[in-house]
């Protein structure tokens, strides 16, 4: 038996696709609902995950003058770009179109944990593979494969070659993601490695060999690494994004230039949403009462929110959902637009 609590009985719960009825179809087909709600073509520009939708990111970003002038700065200055701000100020969405305008897709990503280290940018060496395909049987039983095909450069590693056109190389775009959440040491190592632009690969070092061939990070063609140098071709672009959760040390802020990316105030808040959801037409007036909540919630009460909270709203009303209305009349009319824009750091 259906649940009445949840049946649609007043117009307003047409656009759930999950109803909590309990129905089932036979022959494991899919729901109408799923056809009809969850289209692919209707997916939040910023929720796909393709090649194109990075390509989208980067070419629908709109910078602050500031921001372009600090970025051109480090570019000119072959330094790293500090880039500081609350969470959903475009901090990622920077270097995706630095790299779209540039030509220099793809960006390298290094994502950072507290359990990450320098090496983990730098490369990584599968010495247990190794050792399981050594042969059992045959002319070279014992003998160890060319330790190359188990060394495959990171995200880092990989900058440092840089792009190659005609006989020139160009820089490659690194993205050095959350670096607050690092361990203590990870800036000073990072440090050295910039300064000096090059790292040695100890395993290759100790071998015989002077030449060996390895995988970059994004894949494609195997690249020469001489005598188990990585020297630095063309120094990368790199944009290290923090949250402001730590302090730097001194030596590190000293070598990178910082920018502080600042919430958007209404006029680009406006043209963020034309860029990336198109003209909003008919909605205009219930956009514009949600634009008018958004920074009285944001500015005036301080709740730290995020564009991207305000996008998720926007989107709901192109979907002809008022968040602002509530779900069904009897419920707290607010209930969903709270969940919407919960503040980030709101304690539990």
Not at 19 to 43: C, F, H, M, Q, W
Not at 179 to 198: A, Q, T, Y
Not at 239 to 264: D, K
Not at 287 to 314: C, E, P, S
Request: aromatic fraction near 8%; charge should be negative.
């Amino acid at each position: 038996m259906a649940n009445e609590a949840t049946t649609p009985d007043d117009g307003k719960t047409g656009w759930w696709v999950y109803r909590g009825t309990g129905e089932y179809n036979d022959d494991n087909r899919l729901s109408p609902r799923v056809i009809a709600g969850l289209k692919p073509g209707d997916t939040p520009p910023w929720r796909r995950f393709d090649p194109e939708a990075n390509r989208r990111r980067g070419a629908e970003f709109i910078p602050e003058p500031h921001e372009i002038e600090r970025v051109n700065a480090a570019l000119l200055l072959r330094r790293p770009l500090l880039v500081t701000g609350r969470p959903g100020t475009g901090k990622t969405s920077l270097t995706y179109a630095v790299a779209h305008e540039l030509g220099l897709e793809p960006v390298l990503r290094w994502s950072i944990t507290s359990r990450t280290t320098l090496k983990d940018g730098l490369y990584h060496y599968d010495a247990i593979a190794r050792l399981q395909d050594i042969p059992q049987t045959g002319e070279q039983k014992g003998e160890r494969p060319p330790i190359g095909d188990y060394i495959k450069l990171g995200p880092l590693g990989t900058a440092f070659l840089g792009k190659k056109h005609e006989e020139t190389y160009y820089p490659r775009v690194l993205l050095i993601d959350e670096i607050d959440k690092s361990d203590i040491d990870l800036p000073n190592d990072l440090l050295h490695v910039f300064e000096e632009g090059e790292f040695e690969i100890p395993e290759l070092k100790r071998q015989k060999e002077s030449r060996f061939e390895i995988e970059p990070w994004d894949g494609g063609a195997k690249v020469e690494i001489r005598e188990g140098k990585v020297q630095c071709r063309a120094f990368p672009i790199i944009v290290m994004t923090s949250n402001g959760e730590r302090e730097f040390p001194p030596a590190f802020l000293r070598r990178c230039l910082q920018l502080e990316m600042r919430p958007p105030a209404r006029g680009k808040l406006q043209r963020i949403v034309e860029a990336r959801l198109g003209p909003a037409g008919a909605h205009d007036a219930k956009i514009a009462d949600l634009l008018g909540r958004f920074l009285a919630d944001r500015d005036d009460k301080k709740k730290d929110l995020a564009t991207d909270q305000f996008l998720n709203a926007v989107f709901l009303i192109l979907h002809d959902i008022d968040p602002l209305q509530g779900v069904r009349p009897l419920e707290d009319k607010d209930a969903l637009i709270e969940a919407l824009w919960k503040s980030l750091s709101e304690e539990r």
